[in-house]
């Protein structure tokens, strides 16, 4: 059973950064999808990243293109999210997500990933 831990989240001023990990532990197909994911009070979850684990091919939200980046240590089974200049819009718990692989990548919906890690509150406000 894939376990997956978020770490990183606070409270910072608009234009500020973060960077969120989240740890992953008990894979069992040869290859993961891991994607990142946030939800704001009131509203359902939505895409913020997505990284193969296999070689590292990224997708994003469009509502945080071109100001995060997701990364990802294999040796560690850990996938960053850096996310800069961050907006009060921002704001929400992220939750990281992992699925085998299947030949998908991060060409799935959000509900074809089954395991999820219990999130990390993010809070952008002046």
């Known amino acids: 059973q894939v376990q997956l831990v978020e770490s990183g989240g606070g409270s910072v001023q608009p234009g500020g950064s973060l960077r969120l990990s989240c740890v992953a532990s008990g894979f069992t197909a040869d290859a993961y999808t891991i994607g990142w994911f946030r939800q704001a009070p009131g509203k359902g979850r939505e895409k913020v990243s997505c990284i193969t684990m296999t070689d590292g091919i990224t997708t994003y939200g469009d509502a945080v293109l071109g100001r995060v980046t997701t990364s990802r240590d294999n040796a560690k089974n850990t996938v960053f999210l850096q996310m800069n200049s961050l907006k009060p819009e921002d704001t929400g718990v992220y939750y990281c997500?992992?699925?085998?692989?299947?030949?998908?990548?991060?060409?799935?919906?959000?509900?074809?990933?089954?395991?999820w890690g219990q999130g990390t509150q993010v809070t952008v406000s002046s």
């Open positions: 997500a992992a699925e085998p692989d299947r030949g998908l990548g991060c060409y799935r919906p959000i509900n074809d990933f089954h395991s």
